[in-house]
C-alpha cells in the first residue's frame, strides 16, 4: 500500500525557519523524481520543489530559501524552509512529479507577519 506521510509543519514568525519531512513507503522510492507542493487558501496546488538523484528544481519564488533533499536509504524526501514570509502559509504536499500518486494528509505551515 502507497502512503505518503508529511511532517514538520507548524506555526513561525516570518524569517523562521521549518523543516519538512515526508516519509513514504509502497513504492521504489530511488527511482523517481520527488517533489514538495503546497497549497494556500483559495489557490490550486504549486509545485515548489522536485528532486532526482542528482538534480534539483525550485520556483522562483523559494530560490535561495528553501532546499528539497532526499535519503533514499530511508525512503524520505525532505523541505528545509528558511526566511520564511507570510506568503508560504499553505499545506505542504509531498507526492511524486511523474504520475502522482494519492495526496497524503499534507501539513499545515502558519508564517505570522
Known amino acids: 500500500q502507497v502512503q505518503l506521510v508529511e511532517s514538520g509543519g507548524g506555526l513561525v514568525q516570518a524569517g523562521g525557519s521549518l523543516r519538512l519531512s515526508c516519509a513514504t513507503s509502497?513504492?521504489?522510492?530511488?527511482?523517481?523524481?520527488m517533489g514538495w507542493y503546497r497549497q494556500a487558501p483559495g489557490k490550486q496546488r504549486e509545485l515548489v520543489a522536485d528532486?532526482?538523484?542528482?538534480?534539483?528544481n525550485y520556483i522562483d519564488s523559494v530560490k535561495g530559501r528553501f532546499t528539497i533533499s532526499r535519503d533514499n536509504a530511508k525512503n524520505t524526501v525532505y523541505l528545509q524552509m528558511n526566511s520564511l514570509k507570510p506568503e508560504d502559509t499553505a499545506v505542504y504536499y509531498c507526492?511524486?512529479?511523474?504520475?502522482?500518486?494519492?495526496w497524503g494528509q499534507g501539513t499545515q505551515v502558519t508564517v505570522s507577519s
Open positions: 507526492n511524486r512529479v511523474t504520475r502522482n500518486l494519492d
Open positions: 528532486i532526482t538523484s542528482d538534480t534539483t
Open positions: 509502497g513504492i521504489i522510492f530511488s527511482l523517481y523524481r
